[in-house]
Structure formats: structure tokens, C-alpha cells
């Protein structure tokens, strides 16, 4: 099993440039994440899913969107990027919080982003 | 607002020397989750922590949760090189939004030989 795989590993965008990143789990899990890691802010949720269909905001959405059209897949979108979205960004899936399960999230290998 | 201080920040330690490493918070978590991320890597985990007063260890590593659920200890024991690392904790908050963790800032390990 791969686990959680993000693609791509590294982009150079200009701003107002578009883009999407893209996550991907085949661990069957429910629940998806998009965090970013910034020096000395820690990770930051921008937006989740718990389930196909469906996603909701998390601390820092703005300038950002997302899709879960499939359970394995789940997008994140920049329509405009600005410098301040520099940053690296990762994906995360869980079962959630059905039986044993305590939503331990499995991440991927993250996405380092660099808007000029 | 910060609800999971972790303290401390930085530490640059020896091999072989121990280490404590501090999860605080006043919010009641429903669980914890300690997590390790490597440079150039996502966080992977380490251990849960759901009852109060437990204790899990994992190797030379004792984590400890507080007696009242807001607060939790990673302790390392004859550090190694290997160890070094960024240490993340993540509390579920009790009640009905237990689908998102709240992460702290993280303590960055350096464990020199």
C-alpha cells in the first residue's frame, strides 16, 4: 500500500497564478485533511472532508478550495496565489472515530510551494 | 488562541542523555496523539493516549497522559541520534468535534553524537 501520496513535491508559482494539489489514500479511510506548516505557526487546518461529497472549513480556508468528488481523492485549489501562500502543505486521511479508532491521521509527504 | 502549548520549543541534547517533553492545555481532550516528522517528511505517529493517567511505552520512549485529560508527556530515555526529530502533540477535543485534532507547535529534537 502506498498510504497518502501527494503530487506534486515541489512548484514555483507567480502570483496570481493557479494551481491544484492533489492527495491521494488507498487506505479506504472516511476522513481527509489539507494542513500547511509554516515556521513557528505549526500545522494549520485549511479545510477537511468526512466523506465523499462533502468538505468544511478549517482554520486558515481563505484563498483556498477544495474537492472530494472520490473517497481516495481530495484536491486542494489556489485560484489566485499570493506570496503569503508559500508554505508546505500536507495531506492527511483517518478512519475517524468509529471503534478503536481515535482519528489518527496518516500523512503524506507534503508539497513545498513557493509563490514569487 | 493556542489550545496546546508544548514546551520546550528547542532542545540540543547528547546521545544518551534523557528528556521530557511537555504537552499542555486547559481544554479536556476525548485523546492525544504524539507524532515524530523528519525534515522533508509528513508526521507519522508514534502512540495514542486515551484514559486519564495512562501510560504507553514505546521503546525507550514513555508517553504519559494527565490524570484530568488536559495535558501529556513524552519522556525519552538514553537519547540517540535517531531520535532527532520534530515532536508534534494532537488532542481531540471531547464532544462533537472530535473529526479534527488540534495540533501544538511542536518540540525540535536535535540529539547530537
Known amino acids: 500500500n502506498a498510504g497518502v501520496t501527494q503530487t506534486p513535491k515541489f512548484r514555483v508559482l507567480k502570483t496570481g497564478q493557479s494551481m491544484t494539489l492533489l492527495c491521494a489514500q488507498d487506505?479506504?479511510?472516511?476522513?481527509m485533511y489539507w494542513y500547511r506548516q509554516d515556521p513557528g505557526m505549526g500545522l494549520r487546518l485549511i479545510h477537511y472532508?468526512?466523506?465523499?461529497?462533502?468538505?468544511a472549513k478549517g482554520e486558515v480556508p481563505d484563498g483556498y478550495n477544495v474537492s472530494r468528488l472520490k473517497k481516495q481523492n481530495f484536491l486542494l485549489g489556489l485560484e489566485s496565489a499570493a506570496p503569503s501562500q508559500t508554505s508546505v502543505y500536507f495531506c492527511?486521511?483517518?478512519?475517524?472515530?468509529?471503534?478503536?479508532?481515535?482519528?489518527?491521521?496518516?500523512f503524506g509527504p507534503g508539497t513545498r510551494l513557493t509563490v514569487l | 488562541t493556542q489550545l496546546l502549548e508544548q514546551s520546550p520549543q528547542f532542545l540540543s541534547i547528547q546521545e544518551g542523555e534523557n528528556l521530557t517533553v511537555y504537552c499542555n492545555s486547559s481544554?479536556?481532550?476525548?485523546?492525544l496523539q504524539w507524532y515524530r516528522q523528519e525534515p522533508g517528511e509528513g508526521p507519522v505517529l508514534l502512540v495514542t493516549?486515551?484514559?486519564?493517567?495512562e501510560v504507553k511505552k514505546l521503546k525507550r520512549l514513555t508517553f504519559q497522559f494527565g490524570d484530568a485529560r488536559k495535558d501529556s508527556s513524552l519522556h525519552i530515555t538514553a537519547a540517540q541520534p535517531g531520535d532527532t526529530g520534530l515532536y508534534l502533540c494532537?488532542?481531540?477535543?471531547?464532544?462533537?468535534?472530535?473529526?479534527?485534532?488540534?495540533f501544538g507547535k511542536g518540540t525540535l529534537l536535535t540529539v547530537n553524537p
Open positions: 492527511a486521511s483517518s478512519r475517524g472515530t468509529s471503534g478503536q479508532s481515535y482519528n489518527e491521521q496518516f
Open positions: 487506505m479506504n479511510h472516511e476522513y
Open positions: 472532508s468526512v466523506g465523499e461529497g462533502t468538505t
Open positions: 481544554s479536556v481532550f476525548s485523546s
Open positions: 493516549v486515551v484514559t486519564g493517567g
Open positions: 494532537a488532542g481531540a477535543m471531547s464532544g462533537g468535534s472530535n473529526y479534527k485534532l488540534t
